[in-house]
C-alpha cells in the first residue's frame, strides 16, 4: 500500500493595509467576529481535518506579537506554525519553505493568501487532488468584464476574454516540484506560485475555481464576504 504523504498549507499574509486604506492590515479586519487570517486558517484546518499536515503562516516580523495577541483575545487554538515573511511575496513562501523539515515525505504544498477566506473545502479537496494526480493544480474563473491591453504608446486593443482566466488560490503543487522552483534565483515576471513553477519548466494544471472565493483587498470586498459568510 502507497504511503500516505503529509500535506503541507502554507498561508500568506503580508499585507499592511495601505491598499484597503486601513491602519488595520487587511488579514487582521474582524469578518463575522474574528480576523480574515483565522478564517482562512481555519478553512484549510478543516479541509485537511484528519490528515497528516502542517499549516505554516508568513507575516511581516512586526505583525507577529499582534497577532499571538489576537489568538489569546478570540482564543484561536488552531495549530499553525508563524514564519517571518519577507519584503515580496515571494521571500515570504521561500522563508516559509527553508523551515520544511523531513521534506521527503511531504506529498503536496499548498500555498494560500491569508485574505481569500471564503474557500470552500470542496474547492481545497478538488486542488489538492489534481496536485497529487498531475503536480500541479490552481483554480481559475472565467472574466466577466471586457478586458483590453495596453501598448506601450497609449494605444489599446481588446482581447478575447473567453481566452483569459482570472487565478485564484490555493495554489497546489508536488513538493518536488515547488521546493525546486523556489530554490532558483527570483525573477521579476513572477506573479504568483504557478508562474515560479512554470519558469522551472514544469506544467501548471489549471481547475475550476470559486467566484466567491474573493481575495479581500479594498473595504468593499470585506462587505461582500460579510454577506456570503452570513449567508453561507
Same mark, same amino acid.
Given at each position: ?61 512586526q ?5 499571538? #495577541? !489576537?489568538?489569546?483575545?478570540? /482564543?484561536?487554538?488552531? %495549530?499553525?506554525? @508563524? &514564519?517571518?515573511?519577507? +519584503?515580496?511575496?515571494? =521571500?515570504?513562501?521561500k ?5 520544511l ?25 478538488? #486542488? !489538492?487532488?489534481?496536485?497529487? /494526480?498531475?503536480?500541479? %493544480?490552481?483554480? @481559475? &474563473?472565467?472574466?466577466? +468584464?471586457s478586458?483590453? =491591453? ?24 508536488d ?42 483587498t ?7 464576504a ?7
Open positions: 500500500m502507497a504511503k500516505i504523504m503529509k500535506t503541507i498549507a502554507l498561508i500568506v499574509a503580508g499585507g499592511t493595509g495601505t491598499r484597503f486604506g486601513s491602519a488595520v492590515p487587511k488579514q487582521f479586519l474582524i469578518l463575522g467576529g474574528k480576523p480574515v487570517l483565522m478564517r482562512s486558517i481555519e478553512t484549510f484546518a478543516n479541509a485537511l481535518h484528519g490528515s497528516d499536515h502542517e499549516i505554516v503562516v508568513t507575516l511581516p516580523q505583525q507577529i506579537r499582534r497577532w499571538n #495577541v !489576537l489568538c489569546i483575545e478570540h /482564543e484561536f487554538n488552531v %495549530a499553525h506554525r @508563524v &514564519v517571518p515573511g519577507g +519584503d515580496t511575496r515571494w =521571500q515570504s513562501v522563508n516559509a519553505l527553508d523551515t523539515d523531513d521534506t521527503n515525505h511531504v506529498g503536496v504544498i499548498a500555498v494560500h493568501d491569508g485574505v481569500r477566506p471564503l474557500a470552500s473545502r470542496q474547492l481545497i479537496a478538488r #486542488v !489538492l487532488q489534481t496536485a497529487r /494526480e498531475r503536480g500541479s %493544480a490552481i483554480p @481559475v &474563473v472565467s472574466l466577466n +468584464d478586458v483590453r =491591453q495596453i501598448g506601450y504608446n497609449g494605444t489599446s486593443v481588446a482581447l478575447d476574454r473567453s481566452l483569459l482566466r482570472a487565478v485564484q488560490t490555493p495554489q497546489a503543487f513538493a518536488r516540484w515547488l521546493l525546486d522552483a523556489y530554490s532558483r534565483p527570483y525573477q521579476s515576471s513572477f506573479t504568483d506560485d504557478a508562474s515560479v513553477v512554470e519558469a522551472a519548466g514544469h506544467t501548471v494544471t489549471m481547475v475550476v475555481g470559486e467566484p466567491n472565493n474573493l481575495k479581500i479594498r473595504p468593499a470586498d470585506l462587505d461582500l460579510q454577506i456570503l459568510l452570513h449567508n453561507a
